[in-house]
């Protein structure tokens, strides 16, 4: 069953492309240090594909920061 892509699914995608512009850093440069392509980043970060638990982590290390910091801020309750 494939499933929806969903308003949080946007929310992570657009905060995921916050955090890369605020490291000043490109899809090119992420996906070099992940295992997907850059196509795959703007996929992420568009909400056109959904971004799995163990691909936040993999961004997260690649940006040098912490998973909780790939989470939107409205989400953190």
Not at 28 to 40: D, G, L
Not at 46 to 62: D, F, K
């Amino acid at each position: 069953m494939v499933r929806k892509v969903t308003d949080i699914d946007k929310m992570f995608g657009r905060h995921v492309d916050n955090v890369r512009r605020e490291h000043k850093l490109t899809r090119r440069q992420i996906s070099a240090k992940v295992t997907v392509s850059h196509q795959q980043i703007q996929k992420y970060e568009t909400a056109e594909n959904r971004i799995t638990v163990s691909m936040l982590y993999e961004i997260a290390q690649a940006l040098g920061v912490s998973i909780i910091d790939l989470i939107p801020h409205e989400l953190r309750k």
